[in-house]
């Protein structure tokens, strides 16, 4: 039996995958993160026939994996640069659809995937959803830097830019700093709530230190994210061009829509 945020997960991707991968999208890039099995085995609920045509990109390792252990089609991201769907995971998501990733280290090939998709999706449990980022995901930002410059940008997050707890991530079962699939360091880059009223900026600032290579922060990218909780699934969509953010609340496997507002 699951447990009741196991099942808020397998609800969020089992929705997200039935609203959003489709017969037509062959192209298809799977993320990393806690919910994304749950993504990958409602697409092989597809069936064989579906999926005998389609290619699935990773952004890591662990979604590498699950693509063969399910028996896809594994495809890369240097042999097809524009997917029609990625479905990826999220540390914390703001009203805005804003995310923080990156606390699996994943966040570069994870951005790559996202920015190369004709739609991005993100899926995740109810406790991911916050108004602003910062709000549940203590960590920070997280920074990936090259090793020679990771002192340099340390540094500079805390003295420049205001985040005086930022911190080089450290490896739990080995000696010494997280390296990422890029052979990268990660710094998770606490910032206050004022500071991530603007994640936009905050990214922009922080990508501008050379030395960086990608940060955790994933704004006006997602069309939809959807969290589950034990009965219902959230589903929140930004219109961009009218800066609104509609949210619904739906019955899960195709249910019955509830209530809608603005």
Not at 45 to 61: H, I
Not at 141 to 165: C, D, H, I, M, T
Not at 175 to 181: K, L
């Amino acid at each position: 039996t699951l447990s009741p945020i196991e099942s808020s997960k397998r609800l969020a991707a089992y929705t997200a995958v039935d609203h959003h991968i489709k017969p037509e999208h062959t192209l298809i890039g799977i993320g990393s993160g806690s919910t994304v099995p749950y993504v990958v085995e409602r697409i092989v609920q597809q069936g064989v026939e579906a999926n005998k045509n389609r290619v699935f990109v990773p952004t890591g390792f662990q979604s590498k994996q699950l693509i063969v252990d399910a028996g896809l089609n594994l495809g890369d991201i240097d042999e097809y640069p524009s997917i029609d769907v990625t479905v990826d995971g999220a540390d914390e998501v703001d009203s805005n659809l804003n995310c923080i990733k990156g606390g699996g280290a994943c966040h570069l090939r994870e951005k790559v995937l996202a920015e190369a998709a004709k739609t991005f999706i993100v899926v995740a449990d109810f406790r991911k959803n916050s108004e602003y980022l910062g709000t549940t995901w203590a960590p920070g930002v997280p920074v990936e830097v090259v090793p020679f410059a990771y002192a340099k940008v340390l540094r500079q997050l805390k003295e420049v830019l205001g985040s005086p707890n930022a911190a080089l991530r450290m490896a739990v079962k080995k000696a010494g700093p997280v390296v990422t699939d890029n052979g990268n360091f990660v710094i998770d880059a606490p910032f206050n709530r004022e500071k991530m009223h603007d994640p936009t900026k905050v990214l922009t600032q922080i990508k501008l230190l050379t030395g960086v290579v990608e940060v955790g922060l994933f704004c006006g990218m997602a069309k939809a994210a959807y969290f589950g909780n034990q009965v219902l699934v959230f589903f929140d969509s930004v219109n961009v061009l009218a800066n609104t953010r509609i949210r619904t609340e739906l019955l899960p496997f195709g249910g019955r829509m509830g209530r809608q507002r603005k």
